[in-house]
């Protein structure tokens, strides 16, 4: 039943739309292919995912270093 309700919801139309155009993009070689393969868009790409994966533990050491208008230090990471 909840798997049908989600069917119906706006995630059930969106979740296999957006993959099967990423799967269409993966494909050959075509201009989303040769987009996402573009040397700077890669880099782009690495850079920013070192980016997302570090930010959260780097915003808690300087929570509990410099605890914010004294504020629970984790609740500051979180809003931020």
């Known amino acids: 039943l909840t798997l049908h309700v989600q069917m119906l919801t706006w ?5 296999p739309t ?6 269409l993009g993966a ?3 075509g201009p ?3 987009l996402l393969s573009w040397s700077p ?5 690495e850079l920013t995912y070192g980016v997302y994966v570090y930010h959260m533990p780097v915003l808690r ?4 270093a410099y605890p914010p208008d004294g504020r629970d230090p984790d ?3 979180r809003t931020v």
């Open 41 to 45: 868009l890669v880099y782009l790409g």
């Open 75 to 77: 609740e500051w990471a």
């Open 61 to 64: 050491l300087v929570a509990s």
């Open 27 to 29: 494909v050959g070689r």
């Open 18 to 23: 957006f993959a099967v155009l990423v799967w």
């Open 11 to 15: 995630q059930g139309y969106y979740v």
């Open 32 to 34: 989303v292919s040769w």
